[in-house]
């Protein structure tokens, strides 16, 4: 089964940084684009990030421009999430998916969601 696998969520103070990370499992990362969505409890499942793998082409929703930063390792074949300056309503589970060559607008254009990572802000 095409899925991810994303870890590296946790409990951290506001102002706080985590690093998520996310694997692909059964499958190379070349030729698509990675969301980071994130989900909380009575929300829409929201992309906060994308990255376009093959040439690193970035995109961020602007709740957190300056904030998070995507990346990827070609030689790991693995896509990470750097949040820093952690705000509570960052909370929720953090998930990554495809959605081919271009990071597609809406989330139902992509694709082998993994179970995520649950990232809690709170003091």
């Known amino acids: 089964q095409l899925r991810f696998v994303e870890s590296g969520g946790g409990l951290v103070q506001p102002g706080g940084s985590l690093r998520l990370s996310c694997a692909p499992s059964g499958f190379t990362l070349e030729h698509y684009a990675i969301g980071w969505f994130r989900q909380t409890p009575g929300k829409e499942r929201e992309k906060v990030s994308c990255i376009r793998y093959r040439d690193a082409n970035l995109e961020y929703a602007d709740s957190v421009k300056g904030r998070f930063t995507v990346s990827r390792d070609k030689a790991k074949n693995m896509v990470y999430l750097q949040m820093n300056s952690l705000k509570p309503e960052d909370t929720g589970v953090y998930y990554c998916?495809?959605?081919?060559?271009?990071?597609?607008?809406?989330?139902?254009?992509?694709?082998?969601w993994g179970q995520g990572t649950q990232v809690t802000v709170s003091s």
């Open positions: 998916a495809v959605s081919g060559f271009y990071c597609a607008k809406g989330r139902h254009e992509y694709d082998y």
